[in-house]
Nanobody
């Protein structure tokens, strides 16, 4: 069964850091990324990595977040530094061969909550 499992969410203070991880089972994905959805907001693409090296980021997180793949090419991580309250959202791992900026892949994780608050 194809499954994406996220971990690493939690509660942090502004300026803190979190590292999200998403492990895929059942298939190896060539394109993976992270979306997030805050209450009352539409789901937005945060970062995407293609071919294990080519990356793109939403302007709001550029310079603070880093997306990467592990050596197995079957997992994706999101290192989030200098977190801001506006980063508070449920973060979703997304993957699929057709995934690209503006086009989600076919597979989604269950979501992991990130809360940035004093």
């Amino acid at each position: 069964q194809v499954q994406l499992m996220e971990s690493g969410g939690g509660l942090v203070q502004p300026g803190g850091s979190l590292r999200l991880s998403c492990a895929a089972s059942g298939v190896i994905f060539g394109v993976m990324g992270w979306y997030r959805q805050a209450p009352g907001k539409q789901r937005e693409l945060v970062a995407i990595i293609v071919g294990g090296s080519s990356t793109n980021y939403a302007e709001s997180v550029k310079g603070r977040f880093t997306i990467s793949r592990d050596n197995s090419k079957n997992a994706v991580h999101l290192q989030m530094n200098n977190l801001k309250p506006e980063d508070t959202a449920v973060y979703y791992c997304n993957a699929g061969g057709q995934m690209r900026w503006g086009n989600p892949g076919d597979y989604w994780g269950q979501g992991t909550q990130v809360t940035v608050s004093s």
